[in-house]
């Protein structure tokens, strides 16, 4: 099976926009969970899709928000970028859903200037 | 709230030499999960152990759930530079099964 794409890759971003990022899972996982990762940071977690559904979000403002769809594909949406924001976003799908074992992605570098 | 704290941060050691990361749990775990993330890379699930007390081995790596399933530690036999990297644990959220708890990760890096 193939295994997690994120696009885009790399993305540069000036403070004040927004952006959105993409994530399909491996075939057949329901579930996508999404993190924050940032040096010295370790992995802070965003929230976690299954069918469609949000069944947890993590302690991140409002400028943070997520969907599924029913092709299990997700997207992650920032509105109006901090300089804080800039890091590694990994996703990552499991079959049954968090808490089980999760397959990650490359990840998508965010840089805001 | 729920923690999971892991030990050391860093690790260096020549190669050749063994490894060992800890993690300890604030609350009782139905599981715990190893990931490694080497250097520019993102985290592979290595294992997960269910039950008390358990071992798994993979090659020079062993892995032990203590027996209050509240600890966990990973043990590398013989370093190779393969090994470099980050290696986390993570359990279920005790507030909400729908999320892992990571540790904050162990960085083994060998010293040339």
């Known amino acids: 099976k193939a295994g997690v794409t994120q696009t885009p890759r790399y993305l540069i971003k000036t403070r004040g926009q927004q952006v959105t990022l993409s994530c399909s899972p491996i075939s057949g996982h329901r579930s996508v969970s999404w993190y924050q990762q940032t040096p010295g940071q370790g992995l802070q977690f965003l929230f976690e899709?299954?069918?469609?559904?949000?069944?947890n979000k993590g302690n991140f403002p409002g400028r943070f928000s997520g969907r599924q769809f029913s092709n299990s594909r997700s997207e992650m949406n920032v509105s109006t970028l901090e300089l804080g924001d800039s890091a590694l976003y990994l996703c990552?799908?499991?079959?049954?859903?968090?808490?089980?074992?999760?397959?990650f992605g490359p990840g998508t570098r965010l840089t805001v200037t | 709230g729920q923690q999971v704290m892991q030990i050391p941060q860093y690790q260096h050691v020549q190669e050749g030499e063994d490894f060992t990361t800890y993690c300890n749990s604030s609350t009782t775990l139905s599981n715990i999960q190893w990931y490694k993330q080497r250097p520019g890379g993102h985290p592979v699930f290595l294992i997960q152990?269910?039950?008390s007390g358990e071992v798994k081995k993979q090659k020079r790596l062993t892995f032990q759930f203590g027996e209050a399933k509240k600890n966990s530690s990973l043990h590398i036999t013989a370093t190779q530079t393969t090994d470099v990297g980050t290696y986390f644990c993570a359990g279920p959220g005790m507030d909400s099964n729908y999320q892992l708890i990571w540790g904050a990760g162990t960085k083994l890096i060998i010293k040339p």
């Open positions: 990552a799908s499991s079959e049954k859903g968090a808490p089980y074992e999760q397959y």
């Open positions: 152990l269910v039950k």
């Open positions: 899709y299954f069918s469609e559904t949000q069944r």
